[in-house]
């Protein structure tokens, strides 16, 4: 079935309607999930990309297959649990991993591509920041919007956060990815859109690789938090 695509709508919206979006957005290099908010024409504008480019690209996308999972659908619970045990581990399994492969790689290759001393950095402290802002997600933030959410499925009183509101840890989580996502950025344009030189070794070659599925995995994951979960836990709350 062809697409009717409305280019004045939200990246964000059009990656909410058409699951295979995110796909061709990743691909094209349109930020979807913390510059979601711009108009698909605006967004194309930005990158330099012909609108009706993508706009071709999204009417011929394929249907999502049978088995695909549309989370606006399903229980915030369920939403939450997606996220930490697919998102939230490879996220923290592969920043170990990177880790130790940017040394190696830095060791070898450092003084000929100084580039890679700027992308180790970055990375390290992305890493740092990534390890706390997913302990406050799963420790403090996703336990009250799930109690939230039980207590308004069993009819009972909401219970009252410390923290006020729910919007007051969505506001921070959401600064946060906004920062995580300009460091990705960074590592982007430091490695030249994660080109490997003619002299990189296989380990550059994994790294680079490795670091834009990174990149990848990171997009779709703060997609599900910004434009899925937190707006339905704030109209939750305010509902309630």
Not at 102 to 126: M, W, Y
Request: charged share 20%.
């Amino acid at each position: 079935m062809t697409l009717t695509i409305d280019t004045q709508k939200t990246v964000r919206d059009l990656a909410l309607e058409i699951p295979s979006a995110t796909r061709i957005f990743e691909k094209l290099g349109i930020d979807y999930c913390c510059g979601g908010s711009r108009t698909l024409s605006d967004a194309c504008a930005n990158v330099g990309i012909p609108l009706e480019q993508v706009v071709t690209s999204l009417e011929a996308a394929q249907q999502p297959p049978q088995d695909a999972v549309d989370w606006k659908e399903k229980s915030l619970f369920e939403l939450i649990s997606h996220i930490v045990a697919k998102h939230h581990a490879f996220t923290r399994q592969e920043i170990e991993r990177l880790d130790s492969l940017t040394d190696k790689v830095c060791s070898v290759h450092g003084k000929n591509h100084p580039e890679l001393e700027q992308i180790r950095a970055l990375f390290r402290g992305l890493g740092q920041e990534l390890f706390v802002h997913m302990h406050k997600e799963e420790q403090v933030l996703f336990p009250y919007v799930v109690r939230m959410e039980e207590a308004i499925s069993n009819g009972e009183p909401v219970p009252v956060p410390l923290f006020g509101t729910v919007q007051n840890p969505i506001r921070m989580m959401m600064f946060e990815h906004d920062a995580a996502g300009e460091v990705l950025r960074k590592i982007r344009q430091a490695s030249s859109n994660f080109t490997v030189p003619p002299d990189g070794c296989i380990s550059y070659q994994t790294l680079y690789q490795a670091l834009e599925a990174f990149e990848q995995n990171l997009h779709q994951h703060i997609h599900l938090e910004n434009n899925i979960l937190f707006p339905r836990a704030i109209e939750m709350e305010s509902a309630a």
